[in-house]
């Protein structure tokens, strides 16, 4: 026997989202932000590692410093997105 639609389950508040839906919709600024820090990093990171292949350092010093200030620029992008979206809640 079938059971319900979900159209046959819905109220009259619901937006007419699955739960699943509901729960990515409500996920999408932290995996947003959490995206946006990686990309930082990474970006940064490579621009240092490649400055640092093309100036022949043999200590990675802009390699370092790409890292840093790429997880610097990702952190306050990430709590900015992260405490903006709680407090529109």
């Not at 699943?20 to 990686?38: N, T």
């Not at 200590?59 to 790429?70: C, E, H, K, T, Y």
């Amino acid at each position: 026997m079938k059971g319900p639609s979900d159209r046959e389950r819905r109220t009259e508040g619901d937006k007419g989202l699955s739960n699943l839906a509901e729960g990515y919709q409500k996920a999408a600024p932290y995996m947003a932000a959490s995206s946006a820090l990686v990309a930082s990093v990474g970006v940064f990171a490579g621009v240092g590692y490649w400055l640092d292949q093309k100036l022949e350092h043999e200590v990675p010093w802009l390699f370092i410093v790409g890292a840093v200030v790429g997880m610097i620029g990702g952190f306050i992008g990430f709590f900015k997105t992260v405490l903006g979206a709680s407090k529109k809640k």
